[in-house]
């Protein structure tokens, strides 16, 4: 158990942000939320919401004087003046209820229900949120909270895993009867909240929690297909079980575990950054959603899932754009929830001696700088399969390490290299006019360059030499339309 020395937590708070003098000697004002949650477990604030009983105005103007710049965000009784500086920011807001004591009864949880007041530095706590931050508590204030706003539902779970807390058990009770509400929310703002979920560390764990309360299920309809989905002899959990498995080894190997003794791993995870490490979650929670719309049984009684991928691709497709993802995250994301099931195929080539270095390097070249993740997505794929490790394929993760090895020893360092023939090549030696077919030609020298099938410029020019035959009417069908 924690204690914490309130004076204590209240000077650091002033020395780390000493524009609150300047505030505290102009008028009755309030630190709430976060922030003295923050101080008080001796962490330094990024973020300082500040209440007043007055209008803000004249209060955002003295401290805009300090060097800052505010801006009004949103509406009516939720408007927020944000204010901007160098490495923190401060928000301002009239205080709701007439009473300071009213104001934090309105709020979430216990532990953002507490203040400062700056004035005098005494300790607001009306909700006896210092309690619950010392037992390591995310309570509600009162189910009310969650229907004034129920974003708050899934705010329950971020707070518990970025404090590594747990919910109260009268709070995981409201979540499940009113997880439904989750649906109401902008889809920004669930995808911002969802964001800062997956980016815990230990986010997995309350995935699993999420699915126990079945808000996991209102906020993503299309999981809920996957309970009780079995599948082929392959896996030892049915669809879901196995999805929320595949995030746990995700995120083991994201934070640098069950990957001691797998160097090229370790380079691949080193390359997720902050902004990627969330999305590949997403991409591991997502990218089974299609198999229970594409579940079949032969006649001999064998499972199967024949275009899953795909369907899953598109299904996550609707949920991005549900949830307002910008394009390039959600290319991002369908690109590797498509392609999930490739290293696989390739592993099985391998298996029956006929996988060729070209089949590699399509891979790589589609991906791009994303190989490398979809390779480390599919190893926890793969853990995720079998209920023990000494049950799983020791060849396909060797295989997955040898795809690394070769994507960073070999594929890239040959990728930065000049090509062997250019545009002007095709014009100057060929007589070639500009066409759809310069594309294809240079593509195919290309893969073959970066397959090791030319050992130089002549071969080159001799593999187009023999596509240019072989694809002579196409040609004259290029010349003739030009």
């Known amino acids: 158990m924690t204690t914490f020395d309130t004076a204590s937590a209240i000077s650091a708070l002033f020395k780390a942000l000493p524009v609150l003098d300047i505030v505290s000697r102009t008028r009755e004002a309030y630190l709430v939320g976060g922030a003295v949650r923050d101080i ?134 409201a979540v499940k009867t009113h997880s439904r509400l989750i649906r109401r929310p902008a889809g920004e703002r669930i995808r911002e909240e969802l964001i800062r979920l997956l980016a815990v560390p230990c986010a997995a764990g309350y995935l699993q929690k999420m699915s126990d309360s079945g808000l996991l299920f209102d906020l993503f309809p299309e999981l809920g297909d996957e309970m009780a989905c079995t599948q082929n002899p392959h896996h ?111 592993y099985q080539a391998h298996q029956n001696q006929t996988l060729t270095r070209k089949g590699i390097v399509r891979l790589f070249r589609s991906l791009d700088t994303h190989a490398p993740d979809l390779l480390i997505h599919a190893l926890a794929d793969a853990h995720a399969k079998a209920e023990k490790a000494c049950d799983m394929d020791p060849s396909y993760f060797g295989f997955i390490e040898d795809l690394l090895k070769s994507y960073f020893q070999d594929y890239t360092p040959r990728k930065s290299e000049a090509p062997l023939i250019t545009g002007k090549d095709l014009i100057t030696l060929f007589g070639l006019h500009p066409s759809s077919a310069f594309k294809i030609i240079l593509e195919a020298v290309e893969e073959a360059r970066l397959s090791q099938t030319l050992a130089g410029r002549e071969d080159a020019l001799a593999l187009v030499r023999a596509w240019l035959v072989s694809n002579e009417n196409e040609i004259c069908r290029n010349r003739k339309n030009d």
């Not at 990024?46 to 009004?72: C, H, N, Q, R, W």
């Not at 706590?125 to 037992?135: A, E, F, S, V």
């Not at 390591?136 to 229907?147: N, V, W, Y």
Request: hydrophobic letters at 40%; charged letters at 25%; glycine letters at 6%.
């Open 40 to 173: 008080l477990m001796g962490r330094i604030p990024l973020d300082y919401d500040i209440v007043v009983p007055e209008d803000p105005k004249a209060l955002a103007k003295l401290i805009a004087g300090t060097g800052g710049s505010f801006f009004k965000m949103g509406k009516n009784r939720q408007a927020v003046l944000r204010g901007q500086f160098k490495d923190h920011t401060i928000d301002l807001v009239q205080m709701e209820g007439g009473s300071i004591e009213s104001d934090l009864r309105l709020r979430d949880f216990t532990i953002n229900a507490m203040a400062i007041r700056l004035d005098n530095r005494s300790f607001l706590d009306p909700m006896q949120g210092q309690k619950d931050l010392t037992n390591k508590t995310i309570r509600m204030i009162s189910e009310q909270a969650f229907l004034s706003d129920p974003l708050r539902l899934l705010r329950a779970y971020r707070f518990a895993a970025t404090l590594n807390f747990e919910i109260e058990k009268g709070t995981e009770s």
């Open 236 to 346: 030892c959990f049915d669809v879901l079980d196995h999805t929320l498995n595949a995030c746990r080894h995700l995120e083991s190997f994201l934070n640098g575990k069950e990957i001691e003794t797998i160097a090229s791993l370790q380079i691949a995870i080193n390359r997720i950054d902050d902004h990627l490490n969330p999305l590949l979650k997403l991409a591991m929670l997502l990218h089974d959603i299609g198999k229970p719309l594409t579940r079949s049984v032969d006649p001999a009684g064998a499972v199967h899932f024949w275009g899953h991928e795909r369907k899953s691709a598109e299904l996550a497709k609707e949920i991005l754009n549900r949830l307002k993802f910008s394009s390039k995250d959600t290319e991002y994301l369908c690109l590797l929830i498509q392609n999930h099931l490739r290293p696989v195929l390739l």
